[in-house]
């Protein structure tokens, strides 16, 4: 955590915006669910292979590293799209 301190850029405080906790419960709150929707996942996955395939613990090792590896590519993807100056041009369901 420390490093991260000191990483990050500085910046400085805008007039009107409050950097207290409570300002930001939608981020929070979106990131608790999202922790608990990865939890719940990763533990069904590894109960669901070892029950319906017969896997031992060691042998779900490379599925749930798989499934990790394809949520840190999606973050990146989604991160690179959304920082993108086209990002309005991307296709969109009808």
């Not at 420390?2 to 990050?8: D, E, R, S, T, Y």
């Not at 060691?58 to 499934?67: D, M, N, W």
Request: glycine share 12%.
């Amino acid at each position: 955590m420390a490093l991260l301190w000191v990483w990050f850029p500085q910046s400085r405080k805008q007039p009107g915006q409050s950097l207290s906790f409570f300002s930001h419960y939608r981020e929070v709150g979106a990131n608790a669910l999202l922790q608990m929707a990865f939890l719940g996942v990763f533990s069904y996955l590894a109960a669901n292979l070892m029950q319906t395939y017969g896997m031992t613990a060691g042998e779900t090792v490379l599925p749930l590293a798989l499934a990790g590896l394809g949520v840190i590519a999606g973050g990146f993807v989604g991160g690179r799209m959304a920082d993108s100056r086209r990002r309005g041009d991307t296709p969109r369901p009808r």
